[in-house]
């Protein structure tokens, strides 16, 4: 399968590796390649140069957002909440229409100090302005619940044996995104229904982000008991 | 110790049940207890009629809000969130002044269908609305985040293998309360902090009503893996 995730930053990082280690076609969608590979200065949270990490994964290409998106079978929206839908529109709405769209980012105001607040309210989610904005497209909302780390090997904790969900309206996209989860180690994957569901993941972030500060760690992750 | 329980639906006969089967002194509010034992309907989700299970639950005295929050040590907000501030307000300033006040209220919206949204935003929550509102309370969010049996009895799970939170600004009436939590059984009580921690667990809501459809039991909760 031919994956393109949209998105330079450490989830985009995470997953273009570890799709490309499990034998995927993988592009990396970014603005401007040659600025992106251009740039010296360490990331957020001082993560290396993009370039850096490219040299290191020679196997991932990179391009523009719509050269990703128009090559691709599959789509990963791994960047911030805030730049989705400019990013997706600049991806190209046909290069998005009948193609599974797997959305993981969290709609963040990160501008006021820590923890950020949600950018949406309880009515709402970003998953499901992706769809309306998108109609063609079949959103699944997952793995925005957990961090990087643990989205693409969560075998790194307690042997796998923790959980992540679906949300969204296409059932064969939702099949598509659980066998890619699955690929990864996840072992308890939950299918909330429709993408309205998405409202439950996007503000859970809430109690990670306060979890992350109380455990002094962002590796861990919730199981559903039951 | 003496505990007022204010509320008598589920959440509230939960708690005062199993807080008189463990020895501790209960009473009890209600807005008219003449009129709440008066009352022969079934109550939401064809609960029994309050006078019923008092019949069936002798140790535990009912009274007024404020009658039973000025006997109390302590005082558990068992009201739905929509209403709790008013109760709050007719168990008197004076009957809270000093007292650990247990908040196990949800602020939902029920009044638009199923699921229910939020009251409050992701800047908010009906934990810190009560600590401005009564300053000299010792407020203690916990417990909103799991149903009922599970709050009292969360070995009827995995053996109480799953975890709740606390959330307020003083650490004593933190103590306290994970006290009364370890004494139902519960094994993982985590700390997330001071008071406007609560938004996480009011806002884990919105994922819990999702679960509880999607796995057609309200009898799950989550466990934190780390």
Same mark, same amino acid.
């Given at each position: 399968v031919e994956i393109a995730?949209?998105g330079t930053g450490s989830?985009?990082?995470?997953?273009?590796?570890?799709?490309?280690?499990?034998?995927?076609?993988?592009?990396?969608?970014?603005?401007?390649?040659?600025?992106?590979?251009?740039?010296?200065?360490? &990331?957020?949270? &001082?993560?290396?140069?993009?370039?850096?990490?490219?040299?290191?994964?020679?196997?991932?290409?990179?391009?523009?957002?719509?050269?990703?998106?128009? &090559?691709?079978?599959?789509?990963?929206?791994?960047?911030?909440?805030?730049?989705?839908?400019?990013?997706?529109?600049?991806?190209?709405?046909?290069?998005?229409?009948?193609k599974v769209l797997l959305?993981?980012?969290?709609?963040?105001?990160?501008?006021?100090?820590?923890?950020?607040?949600?950018?949406?309210?309880?009515?709402?989610?970003?998953?499901?302005?992706?769809?309306?904005?998108?109609?063609?497209?079949?959103?699944?909302?997952?793995?925005?619940?957990?961090?990087?780390?643990?989205?693409?090997?969560?075998?790194?904790?307690?042997?796998?044996?923790?959980?992540?969900?679906?949300?969204?309206?296409?059932?064969?996209?939702?099949?598509?995104?659980?066998?890619?989860?699955?690929?990864?180690?996840?072992?308890?994957?939950?299918?909330?229904?429709?993408?309205?569901?998405?409202?439950?993941?996007?503000?859970?972030?809430?109690?990670?982000?306060?979890?992350?500060?109380?455990?002094?760690?962002?590796?861990?992750?919730?199981?559903?008991?039951?």
């Amino acid at each position: 399968v031919e994956i393109a995730i949209l998105g330079t930053g450490s989830v985009g990082r995470a997953l273009a590796g570890r799709l490309a280690g499990l034998g995927h076609g993988v592009t990396v969608g970014t603005r401007d390649p040659q600025a992106t590979l251009a740039r010296a200065a360490p &990331g957020p949270m &001082g993560a290396p140069p993009f370039r850096d990490w490219a040299a290191a994964h020679s196997a991932v290409r990179l391009a523009t957002y719509a050269e990703a998106a128009s &090559g691709a079978d599959l789509i990963v929206n791994a960047t911030s909440g805030a730049a989705t839908l400019a990013v997706l529109e600049a991806a190209g709405r046909d290069n998005l229409a009948g193609k599974v769209l797997l959305d993981i980012s969290n709609a963040l105001d990160t501008t006021r100090g820590f923890p950020p607040t949600l950018l949406m309210e309880g009515t709402d989610s970003l998953a499901e302005r992706i769809q309306a904005a998108f109609p063609d497209a079949r959103v699944v909302k997952s793995l925005n619940t957990l961090t990087a780390a643990l989205m693409v090997e969560p075998g790194r904790l307690a042997d796998g044996e923790h959980t992540v969900f679906v949300s969204g309206n296409d059932a064969e996209a939702k099949g598509v995104v659980s066998g890619l989860l699955k690929s990864f180690g996840h072992t308890d994957v939950i299918d909330l229904g429709d993408i309205t569901t998405a409202r439950g993941q996007e503000m859970w972030l809430a109690l990670w982000l306060r979890l992350m500060t109380a455990l002094q760690t962002p590796m861990f992750n919730l199981k559903i008991v039951r």
